[in-house]
């Protein structure tokens, strides 16, 4: 209990919420403070929990959504009531949709005149409005409540599928006082929130039977196989069977991407031609063509392992569902599985070790070329060398070529260092998720950003410098989403941006360090001279303007005016 309060017979509620949080290990609040939370803020401070200020609550979110998601702790983010929480909701349906563990806490405004629409100042229903995006969502009215309210939703963010939990404080429980005893005896310590749940027996031997008669059998990790930290027993179970595996993007690097059995050098054909794929925290959602042709061989049958059981035969029929937690699940796989009883055949790892030898090569003849200006095989190919020995460092990613492209050709080798648009495509993740990364896991970040996906979040470099965080951010700059506009269009295309900005005058207002690099051998020293300082820069990296495709790699999705005017 804090020293300040005049009487220490009574508590309220800012205390109580700061009590309850560190009762349950949550040590970081990412957030933007003002009414009625300013003085949640500064007490979760002087109290000991670290507080990120940010300057738009959804970066905070963005931010609250990576932690969960690194570190299978909620990640917290504090707003105000109604435009602020408002912003922190994109944060917080994505994380739900994306299967992160993250709790929105919003104050909210007087509950009497919200409920009548009489005009409060920042009035909105907040807890209903959050409602359909979030796993769960609670209010909390009288201080006595604080406790079993963040217990809740700790509980809803990480137990199950893992997602969005929305917490309304009211502004009148938040400062109202209690009997300090009553409130100490209020709150509690959440017991094993995230239960293991083991799959049944005859569910693990049903896949592994299942499995043992596939010729041309394959892997696909999603990213709730890198969230399940289940690393060792899943490269276990890779090696033994042998059976070749795909990662997704947030997957890279459970096994690293370099390994023999990887096939993403020869993911369509793999995809295509398997005869049973064993999908590992992985939905079969667009990502994944939703698991239908010409993508895949809708003969093909499919093991699922997922936590969540209406997951199973969501997009097509599942032959051998195993509903469990992953670590879990693969332990179980591994007690029972003996020695040859999975084998690909030879004819098989053959026929992938030809495809992805071809694709190597049409590969390296794209990445050895050095045109001017840049395009984005070439100046990934220069993120991708001076990354090569630098193995802690993480990377975040968003764009569309930018995306791709880095998808590609950048290799992860460890768990969890790559965090990118996810489930929802999304742009505005960059700088929240580079901040939590660069907290959490205390290593460099390397925000490898699209022109225009920066500008979503770019405001928060102001936030990397203030902290000082080890963050450096790469501007793809190709002049706009996609592309950029010839010379001279007038009015700007609507996916054009202003030609040759200089973003790298953007981090200098506020100390950071800028580069403009317009050819590799100058990309090559920025981004070695920016890791070494290891202080907040941002390297403006000409690209090309007509080097990228519009959508990227998706334009399959993208819909065209059937009529021509
Ligand atoms: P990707 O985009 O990488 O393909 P998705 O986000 O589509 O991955 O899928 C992640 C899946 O992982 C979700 O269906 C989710 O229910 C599942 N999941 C998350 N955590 C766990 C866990 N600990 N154990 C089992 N399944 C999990
Ligand atoms: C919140 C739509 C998808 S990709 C993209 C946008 C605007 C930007 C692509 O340009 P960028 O990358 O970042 O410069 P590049 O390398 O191709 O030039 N609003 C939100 N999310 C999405 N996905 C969009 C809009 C979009
Ligand atoms: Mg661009």
């Not at 290990?25 to 009625?36: K, N, S």
């Not at 349906?93 to 409060?120: H, K, W, Y």
């Not at 896949?207 to 196989?225: C, E, H, M, S, V």
């Not at 979040?457 to 203030?466: K, M």
């Amino acid at each position: 209990m804090s020293e300040e309060s005049a009487d220490s017979t009574l508590t309220d509620g800012f205390h109580l919420v700061v009590d309850a949080l560190k009762l349950n290990g949550i040590d970081t609040l990412y957030g933007v403070a003002g009414i009625p939370v300013t003085d949640l803020a500064r007490l979760a401070q002087s109290e000991g929990l670290r507080y990120f200020g940010f300057r738009h609550e959804q970066s905070a979110g963005f931010a609250a959504a990576a932690a969960g998601f690194l570190t299978q702790v909620p990640g917290v983010c504090l707003t105000v009531s109604a435009p602020g929480f408002l912003n922190g909701m994109v944060a917080l349906a994505n994380a739900t949709t994306n299967c992160f563990p993250m709790i929105l806490m919003s104050g909210s405004s007087n509950r009497a005149i919200v409920d009548l629409e009489q005009g409060d100042y920042e009035e909105l229903d907040q807890m209903n409005a959050a409602k359909p995006f979030a796993k769960a969502a609670y209010r909390v009215n009288r201080p006595e409540d604080i406790g079993i309210g963040i217990a809740r939703a700790i509980h809803a963010a990480v137990s199950g599928r893992p997602g969005g939990v929305y917490l309304d404080l009211t502004a009148a429980a938040l400062s109202a006082t209690l009997d300090a005893e009553t409130g100490r005896k209020s709150l509690l310590k959440v017991v094993d929130p995230a239960p293991r749940q083991i799959p049944a027996p005859e569910a693990i031997t049903r896949a592994i039977d299942l499995l043992g008669n596939a010729k041309r059998p394959l892997i696909i990790l999603g990213k709730g196989a890198a969230y399940a930290q289940a690393d060792q027993d899943i490269r276990r179970f890779v090696e033994s069977t042998g059976i070749p595996f795909l990662p997704m993007s947030m997957a890279k690097g459970l096994l690293p991407d370099n390994h023999p059995q990887s096939a993403a050098t020869a993911r369509s054909f793999a995809i295509g031609q398997a005869d049973i794929v064993m999908l590992i925290g992985a939905r079969l959602n667009w990502l994944l063509s939703n698991g239908r042709a010409p993508l895949w061989d809708e003969g093909a049958q499919l093991v699922q392992v997922d936590i969540s059981p209406i997951e199973i035969d969501s997009n097509r029929p599942i032959a051998a569902p195993v509903v469990g937690d992953i670590k879990s699940a693969m332990a179980a796989f591994l007690a029972v599985l003996k020695p040859g009883q999975i084998r690909p055949s030879a004819a098989w790892l053959e026929a992938l070790a030809q495809h992805k030898q071809k694709n190597i090569q049409r590969m390296a003849a794209q990445l050895s070329a050095d045109p001017h200006p840049m395009n984005f095989s070439s100046a990934l190919r220069v993120v991708r060398d001076v990354l090569a020995d630098k193995r802690d460092v993480h990377i975040v990613n968003e764009g569309a070529n930018t995306l791709d492209f880095a998808r590609n050709i950048i290799d992860m080798h460890e768990p969890r260092r790559r965090l990118d648009s996810g489930t929802w495509g999304v742009m505005g993740i960059g700088m929240g998720y580079a901040i939590a990364t660069a907290i959490v896991s205390g290593k460099p970040v390397v925000a490898i950003e699209g022109d225009s996906a920066f500008g979503f979040s770019g405001r928060e470099i102001e936030t990397i410098c203030r902290y000082k965080l080890p963050i450096v951010i790469l501007v793809f700059n190709n002049n706009g989403i996609y592309r950029g506009d010839k010379p001279g269009t007038t009015p700007p295309s609507p996916t054009g941006f202003i030609p040759n900005a200089r973003y790298d005058r953007l981090i200098e207002a506020f100390g950071g360090v800028g580069y403009h690099a317009e050819d590799t051998p100058n990309l090559t020293k920025a981004l070695e001279a920016a890791l070494a300082a290891g202080h907040p820069a941002l390297i403006n990296c000409v690209i090309d303007p007509t080097a990228g495709t519009e959508s990227g790699h998706i334009q399959s999705l993208n819909p065209k005016r059937a009529l021509r005017s």
